[in-house]
């Protein structure tokens, strides 16, 4: 099987212009987007015409099936709101070369998957969460955008192209190849990395609400201001956090709505998303416990309220262990002593493959480690060289 580095950059660019925007080589893509149905029904076409089964399932997963009991390769092709060409695609398009080239070889099996909503417009990676059944389609289905669309609306706009779920056994594992969204590898002198493990994720809603008055003639004292309620939250979260996490452990308020939104009006209401990454469970639960503790505390001394959603999460996971054998073998073969065994403190697809196959991911590395971002980029070089890592993996595994 020869993959056609070539051929894989040409496409990575083309998949770059449906939601082309920005500076750099940014993409606004957004799930069940107009940009990301039109780039997934391109993806349909060039699987088709690689010679793969073209199937979507319930949710928009997109799959391009080279065989019955293939090894799965890919990612997503979803956004964040602003986003780099690179997270997600690079996965997918990697996947598709080495089920194109598999095909023309005449083997082995291999399957392309684009997962859909990964970067999270409703729930946290929500395509592969339903289809690994960690999440139940009607619970995805009730969950709602930044803007209060619900997942059922989104994915109705999907409605005539998708059939059916796919049984998990058709593939006997699944490779995934990432950008590494952090500084690790750009720093040093290793080219590649082998993940060893992906952190676990929780995340969720919360809500403090006030009282909305005139910003000019309310008392300080007398004032039930949602976004002095924030404020006070934030501050004191980030002390009594200092008490239970390590150095690789990360929390975000990344969301923040604020409702009137007005210079002159004393905010109401805030509603804002808290997510908190670590590589241990017990740490997750207790982070948990003083998010919501604390939130309750902050309204009660300023006589607001706070409503907080239930808490949604994927649990950290180690990758198996054949599996990151084949890739490390690969990686040495290619990169001899430019590559590393590393965790990622990202979330992938992976994550909720990992409860119904084996797993592994190949990191490449991103220049000066910035990603979620217009100007996220890595070297074509380490793009190239990437795909004949995971193409040799995939052949040894055959
Ligand atoms: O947020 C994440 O780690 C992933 O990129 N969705
Ligand atoms: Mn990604
Ligand atoms: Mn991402």
Redesign the pocket.
Known sequence: MNVNAERFLADLHELRSFGASGIGKGVVRRAYSDADIAARQWLAGRMAEAGLDVHFDPVGNLFGLGGERSVLVGSHSDS?PEGGWL?GALGVIAGLEIARAAKEAGGPPVSVVSFQD???RFG??TGSDVWSGNLSLAQADSLTDDDGVSMAQARDKMADLVGEFLPHDRFSGFLEMHIE?GPSLDQSDDRIGVVSDIVG?RDMRISFSGRQNHAGTTPMHLRQDAFQCLSAFNTALNTRLAEVVTPSTVWTIGHVSLHPNASSVVPGKVTFSMQWRDRDVARLQKMGEIIQTLAREVVAERGLEATLDPVMGIEPVPMNADLQAALAASAEAAAPGQWRTMPS????DASNMATVMPVAMLFVPSIGGI??AFDEDTDETDLALGLQVLAGAVQALA
């Open positions: 964040q997270d990964e970067e999270g946290v990676t969204q994720i403190g990202a979330l992938h990603s979620h």
